[in-house]
């Protein structure tokens, strides 16, 4: 039973173009939320998060908003550069400011930027 | 200043094998959590362990045990491996036990035959 889907495996997205890679989850306790980027050989690396407060999150090209009525939460990438094409995750987490920092991820989403 | 490193980075055992895998962490960090990745999915979680104690565990049996060394290294054990254990073994390492702030390593391929 996936908490957190992403129901997009793969995104093809043009250089300089908008990419939105999306993420939905089911937990409601969910308070805490993280998008990883992946290369090939190499563990993921957290790019941006955003907390249940708050409905936008913004760090130079990449954006996080979330919609919490419709447990939904995106990712927007622009412009889009050949170096972002990697494998993205959705992670969340429900103990934000507890102690066992366990995230769950969604199985993952493929850009490719040509 | 080197990242969180693991080892082996590649290993093949045969079922019923043990295996124990390692961790360092980034200096400093004193979180450690260890997580599985099969292949076509995400990372799923089995150990967290900050300060040395234990403080989250996933949903594995409990042929997987893991443990937190003075210098805050760690080692994930897995004992009578099955087919199923095949996976990426991630270990994330971290100052506090909060994921925004998780550097991964690279990674252990385990391949059990």
């Known amino acids: 039973d996936q908490q957190v889907k992403q129901n997009s495996p793969s995104l093809s997205v043009q250089e300089g173009r908008i990419s939105i890679l999306n993420c939905d989850y089911t937990n409601s306790m969910f308070d805490y939320f993280l998008w990883y980027k992946k290369y090939p050989a190499e563990g993921p690396t957290f790019l941006i998060s955003i907390s249940s407060i708050k409905d936008k999150n913004e760090d130079g090209r990449f954006t996080v908003f979330l919609n919490k009525s419709a447990k939904h939460l995106s990712l927007h990438i622009v412009p889009s550069q050949p170096g972002d094409s990697a494998v993205y995750f959705c992670a969340a987490s429900e103990d934000y400011g507890g102690s066992q920092g366990n995230l769950i991820f969604g199985k993952g989403t493929k850009l490719s930027v040509k | 200043d080197a990242g969180v490193t693991q080892s082996p980075t590649h290993l093949i055992k045969t079922r019923g094998q043990h295996v124990t895998l390692r961790c360092s962490p980034i200096?400093?960090?004193?979180?450690v959590s260890w997580y599985q990745q099969v292949l076509g999915q995400g990372p799923q979680f089995i150990f967290q362990?900050?300060?040395?104690?234990?403080?989250g565990r996933g949903n594995f049996p409990d042929r997987f045990s893991a443990r937190q060394f003075p210098n805050y290294s760690s080692e994930l054990n897995v004992n009578a491996l099955l087919l199923g254990d095949s996976a990426l073994y991630l270990c994330a390492s971290s100052v506090r036990d909060r994921g925004d702030g998780y550097t991964f390593g690279s990674g252990t391929r385990l391949t059990v035959v």
């Open positions: 362990y900050y300060e040395k104690e234990e403080r």
């Open positions: 200096s400093g960090h004193k979180s």
